[in-house]
């Protein structure tokens, strides 16, 4: 069915004719609540057995299992299941028994949730609310508060989460939840789970909530020391008269965010995580020089601690496209724009067209564009970066170098054998090309005969 709701209200009347009852709950109640759109709907279901829920949902379209064993199924656009219950038998974020439990209370059933505010559920059928924990007042209040502190640590993931619900839900934590989740040790995470909720805080309208956030709750000390340096680390006050390396950081971050919306989401990732990387070098590299805060050559040092960085959160390739490649790209070439810009009558095509086999010249612009705004206001010239993704479009080379017009095949043709020799002189011909001294075929030909 195209509409999520209507199929829950099909799925959740079978269930009520069946002697049972099928509520919404999770996130899609929270953002009902709050006037945000939402697709996706988990339903749970109270009063079916196990093996009578499969055979009423195989009756409204093709199920499929996510969770047998505790019945979690998947039909169309909904997520059902049957209430849970959680018993911890061992350490990590898999170390749960879960069983489901179709005689549950609806209390004990919202009792397993994380934060008040998702502990709602809602009658798609009668339109009631039931919300035995106060979720609904926390949301007034834009606060998160854990649901039970006794059983909240069992899973440490819960402190990721809240970081990421603060920022896209832009709530403060009450003191009892910050303090429960500063306490939890965060060793047993494994990274594709860290990077799962970095993922989302980086696609919050403000980011950087979250971001202040983990530093607060000591998320960043345990899980990223690289992100921890700059936290303390001088920066130019010229920039930031009360601030550091970290505050300018997070308004890099925030200034990116606005920037990406328009691109696929692997080209997304990687200016959102340069953003995030593209300072780190800066607590290895400031010192006190001339009377003034200098970092000479932070953007190449920060390629270390950003490849580190990148390890933690094992981010690679992302649907095809190489995000580790572009991100240390933007870490170690971030201040070329500007610097181009003050001697752009010196800087040639060629500079454009060999920058970008190291980098998206696009990406590197618009991080490079963040990086000046985030920066005290009217100091700098952030024209710059407009101007430089301008040159790099008129040579066609703001996503990739020019192909090779010369191959070996033609280097063949003209006599030479097989041999190293042929790599040498396709590679002397692309670097002219790369000049603008080849631009055809025949120019291409002509130079690897002179070479020969």
């Not at 209200?9 to 009902?32: E, F, H, P, S």
Request: proline residues 6%; glycine residues 8%.
């Amino acid at each position: 069915m195209s509409d999520p709701l209507q199929h829950a209200r099909t799925i959740a009347t079978a269930v009520r004719d069946a002697g049972g009852c099928a509520l919404v709950v999770g996130g899609w109640v929270r953002d009902r609540l709050m006037g945000v759109e939402s697709k996706n709907i988990d339903l749970e279901v109270f009063g079916i057995a196990p093996d009578e829920l499969r055979a009423l949902l195989d009756a409204h379209g093709k199920v499929e299992a996510v969770g047998e064993s505790f019945q979690v199924y998947k039909i169309g656009d909904l997520d059902v299941s049957l209430p849970r219950r959680d018993s911890k038998a061992g350490r990590g974020h898999r170390g749960f028994v879960v069983v489901g439990d179709p005689d549950m209370s609806i209390e004990d059933a919202a009792r397993r949730r994380d934060f008040t505010v998702n502990a709602i559920s809602w009658d798609p059928l009668a339109g009631e609310y039931f919300d035995p924990f106060g979720g609904r007042g926390d949301i007034e209040h834009r606060l998160l508060r854990v649901v039970d502190a006794r059983t909240f640590p069992d899973d440490s993931l819960r402190v990721l989460r809240a970081v990421q619900f603060a920022a896209r839900l832009e709530f403060t934590l009450d003191d009892a939840t910050r303090a429960l989740c500063a306490g939890i040790p965060l060793d047993d995470l494994p990274a594709e789970r860290v990077w799962g909720e970095v993922e989302k805080l980086l696609f919050a309208r403000r980011p950087s909530i979250g971001f202040a956030l983990a530093l607060d709750l000591q998320i960043v000390a345990k899980l990223w020391p690289e992100l921890q340096a700059l936290a303390g680390c001088p920066q130019e006050p010229a920039w930031h008269p009360e601030g550091d390396v970290w505050v300018h950081t997070l308004q890099v971050i925030d200034q990116a965010r606005t920037r990406v919306d328009d691109l696929p989401r692997p080209q997304q990732i990687a200016i959102m995580l340069g953003a995030v990387c593209h300072d780190l070098g800066k607590p290895a590299t400031t010192a006190f020089s001339d009377g003034r805060i200098r970092s000479i050559d932070h953007e190449e040092q920060g390629v270390a601690p950003a490849t580190v960085l990148l390890d933690r959160l094992n981010v690679h390739t992302i649907d095809g496209y190489d995000v580790r490649k572009q991100v240390l790209g933007i870490t170690a070439q971030h201040l070329k724009p500007g610097m181009w810009f003050k001697v752009k009558d010196e800087v040639g095509d060629g500079a454009f067209r060999r920058l970008a086999a190291k980098v998206d010249l696009e990406l590197l612009a618009r991080l490079a564009k963040s990086d000046c705004l985030g920066r005290e206001p009217g100091h700098f010239n952030c024209d710059a970066m407009d101007w430089f993704l301008e040159r790099a479009r008129s040579l066609g080379v703001q996503h990739r170098p020019p192909e090779p017009i010369l191959l070996g095949r033609h280097v063949l043709a003209l006599g030479l054998k097989p041999g190293p020799r042929v790599g040498e002189i396709v590679k002397a011909a692309y670097e002219l090309q790369l000049d603008g001294k080849v631009t055809n075929l025949d120019e291409a030909i002509a130079a690897a005969q002179r070479l020969l």
